[in-house]
């Protein structure tokens, strides 16, 4: 009896992660799509530790706590965020359609995805033990890639604003570790990537398996 259930609920998670693969997008890209998040990240890094930095110099190193009182460093940091800014302002429609689809599977159940019918059965089959792991893999597993993707994209973006209000008076350890970071930054968005395609149908199904919408 217990095997038998077991075999079942093994049956039902291949076939979930069948469907799940299905619901890919045909021909991703996934190193294209790990650039481009990855230089979002990195830009709105930037912003954030650059007014930090800005307006409190102390923060980075800097002999003086008032903003611009350290010369010609802060002022190219200031020209550095506008620019930056600019760039995030014309991709603002874009940042809210990508936050409202992200935030689209907590409230309602996405049955237009044709996956739908197939992974929510199969979810639904499957033993609390495959369910647990299910979420571990498809659902919160990419948020956790996200996170250490974007710690990576700021730490690199925290080295370039620390670099800049030195006045470029750094060791060669600093562009390494800024390089690295980066490196470390775009692989983590490519493996994440796999996941986060197929991830808003995966919080839906998982959603309605274990706590109704």
């Given amino acids: ?14 076939d979930l992660v069948k ?22 990240s ?3 890094g930037t912003v ?4 930090i930095g800005l307006l409190d110099p102390e923060s980075f190193g800097a002999p003086q706590s008032d903003a611009f009182a350290n010369g010609w460093p802060p002022t190219v940091l200031a020209g550095l965020l506008i620019l930056c800014a600019a760039f995030l302002a014309t991709r603002f429609g874009r940042i809210r359609r990508a936050t409202m689809r992200a935030a689209e599977p907590w409230f309602r159940p996405l049955y237009e995805s044709p996956a739908w019918p197939g992974a929510s059965g199969a979810l639904a089959a499957c033993a609390p033990g495959s369910k647990a792991r299910f979420a571990v893999a498809w659902v919160w597993g990419p948020i956790a890639l996200v996170v250490i993707a974007c710690t990576f994209s700021w730490s690199t973006a925290y080295f370039v604003v620390d670099a800049i209000l030195a006045g470029g008076r750094i060791g060669w350890g600093q562009p390494l570790y800024a390089l690295g970071f980066a490196l470390l930054s775009l692989m983590t968005w490519r493996f994440a990537e796999v996941r986060l395609a197929t991830w808003r149908l995966a919080t839906s199904i998982h959603r309605e398996a274990t706590e109704g919408y």
């Fill in 1 to 14: 009896m217990v095997s038998a259930m077991v075999l079942t609920s093994n049956r039902a998670y291949s």
């Fill in 19 to 40: 469907w799940m693969r299905s619901a890919r997008p045909p021909g991703m890209n996934l190193w294209l799509r790990a650039r481009r998040d990855f230089a979002s």
């Fill in 42 to 44: 990195l830009i709105t």
């Fill in 48 to 51: 954030v530790l650059g007014l």
